[in-house]
């Protein structure tokens, strides 16, 4: 069993409203090893229909970012955990200066950043033949200024233990179909081998992580049959093997580990 020593440590993790998601999953993981946890979301709003929620599927998926954090804050209770959630736009600069100040007003300190909030576009609009402004605009304002304001202000704000994790996904590098979203992902893998340049004299390091198809619940019986072919090891990817990864990540054990971008894919997309 690995000892993290989290005991002492304040992580803050974006995109925190979906129970499935990795940022749930990811905010649990560090509560159940002792670390105190800040949890951002944002609501994105989509429609979706109310007898399609109690399965997976695009439904079930829009309803859970679509609603606040409760289910994850009744979890973090369970675990008696010490946790702050804020509701907040990580893409707006004073709205990041409010979060890294009401956090640490209640920790003093914040050694740990997850940036996993991302946002897509869900109307077919993000092809070459069919991209608009508003797609490319929306889509990066929140995964690559938003990602960079979190990361800013954490080095502003740095305390005597530094580790920053990203979130891309294993096709960042090829796309198709979705390329602006694809494009976002692939300049967060760019600016996570820069930023850790810039920031190994502090003793952070800043890795990313590229999940496969991770079933946050937006994956359907069909499409599960069509992905999981193309999936090597034979099974879906689960939000707990992208949160174990980060969690490694985070820790002591990792602190030459840096720049580096890890796939945990199940060899899907190589």
């Not at 399609?52 to 289910?71: F, L, P, S, V």
């Not at 967060?188 to 079933?215: D, F, H, M």
């Amino acid at each position: 069993m690995v000892e993290y020593g989290f005991q002492d440590k304040v992580a803050l993790i974006t995109g925190t409203n979906n129970p499935q998601g990795i940022g749930a999953t990811t905010a649990l993981a560090f509560a159940r090893e002792g670390a105190k946890v800040i949890l951002v979301y944002k609501k994105v709003l989509r429609p979706f229909d109310k007898n399609k929620t109690d399965r997976n599927g695009t439904d079930r998926y829009y309803q859970a970012n679509a609603g606040n954090a409760d289910i994850v804050e009744s979890k973090l209770k369970e675990l008696n955990a010490d946790y702050l959630i804020i509701e907040s736009d990580i893409s707006d600069e004073n709205a990041v200066k409010e979060i890294y100040s009401t956090a640490i007003h209640r920790y003093g300190k914040i050694d740990i950043l997850v940036n996993n909030a991302a946002v897509d576009d869900e109307n077919g609009f993000d092809t070459i033949e069919k991209i608009t402004q508003s797609v490319i605009d929306d889509t990066f304002a929140v995964n690559v200024r938003g990602s960079i304001l979190m990361i800013n202000q954490l080095i502003k704000n740095r305390s005597n233990y530094g580790r920053i994790i990203n979130i891309s996904t294993d096709a960042a590098q090829i796309f198709a179909g979705q390329i602006s979203y694809g494009a976002s992902k692939a300049t967060l893998e760019a600016l996570t081998r820069s930023i850790a340049l810039e920031v190994a004299k502090y003793g952070i390091t800043v890795n990313c992580v590229a999940p496969g198809p991770t079933q946050t619940g937006w994956i359907d019986n069909e499409l599960e049959k069509a992905v999981v072919p193309l999936i090597p090891i034979g099974k879906l990817i689960q939000p707990e093997d992208i949160a174990e990864t980060i969690l490694f990540l985070a820790s002591e054990q990792a602190r030459m580990i840096t720049g580096q971008v890890i796939k945990v894919s199940g060899g899907h997309a190589l």
